[in-house]
């Protein structure tokens, strides 16, 4: 029998003093904690897989705390089934205030008790457990998210030839991503992603389109580091594909 994967819990903090703070509070803890000093980093680990619970700081080094928020709000299938804590010293009247939106769950003032952080990692962990992980049973015919009933009126052949093309295209893809990301190209790095976009959702593949859109958002927002973050996790999805 396998080893049920645990539930990830993703620290977005660059204060190590606290970073090691939250380690030693959550050994415990059946869980896979993924520590990370930004905003950029944190949405690559987003776009490597789902986690349970986003604990983050607001005051961080290039994007906030809040741009996150903003960024998950924009793209909920980057953060997925994860529910969002902030957890800062930060947290005044006007923080608050912009903080109250349906996809914060949870506020923790530093410094906060060793039993608050506890109880908010249980509840998110419980909350994530209690997901059904039931697959139903198959459609006598085609769900609405298929791509060849949603992109290629059923058509099958079509959507067959789309894919062997999108496939054999995917190694100069890669090729001009890397060449945009080490030349910090974010143009050029833009263009791609939003093109790979579009092209994985026709694809019916809805996470790897959701890392190229935040690939995307990033270059459009001349945000080099969230670029150099994102664009490994998109690569390793088109070679996945081919």
Do not use: N, Y
């Not at 930004?38 to 897989?49: E, F, I, S, T, Y």
């Not at 949603?150 to 295209?169: T, Y």
């Amino acid at each position: 029998m396998s080893t049920p994967t645990r539930p990830r819990v993703l620290l977005i903090e660059d204060d190590a003093p606290i970073q090691q703070f939250v380690r030693l509070a959550l050994e415990d803890f059946a869980l896979e904690l993924v520590v990370v000093a930004d905003v950029a980093a944190a949405l690559a680990a987003l776009a490597q897989g789902p986690v349970a619970l986003i604990l983050s700081d607001l005051m961080l080094p290039g994007l906030t705390g809040f741009d996150l928020v903003e960024r998950l709000a924009a793209d909920p299938a980057l953060r997925g089934p994860a529910r969002i804590a902030i957890f800062s010293g930060a947290l005044d009247a006007q923080a608050r205030a912009r903080l109250d939106r349906p996809e914060v769950w949870r506020l923790l003032a530093k410094p906060c008790r060793l039993d608050e952080l506890e109880a908010c990692v249980e509840e998110a962990l419980a909350a994530a457990a209690a997901v059904p992980k039931a697959v139903p049973p198959a459609p006598q015919h085609p769900a609405p998210a298929d791509p060849i009933a949603l992109h290629f009126g059923g058509d099958a052949a079509l959507f067959a030839a789309f894919r062997a093309a999108c496939l054999e295209r995917f190694g100069a893809d890669i090729d001009e991503g890397d060449r945009a990301t080490a030349s910090g190209d974010l143009a050029a790095l833009h263009h791609l992603a939003h093109s790979l976009k579009t092209v994985l959702r026709m694809l019916g593949q809805p996470r790897d389109a959701s890392i190229a859109h935040a690939l995307e958002a990033a270059c459009a927002d001349g945000e080099a580091d969230a670029g150099q973050a994102l664009w490994p996790a998109l690569r390793r999805a088109l070679a996945a594909l081919r």
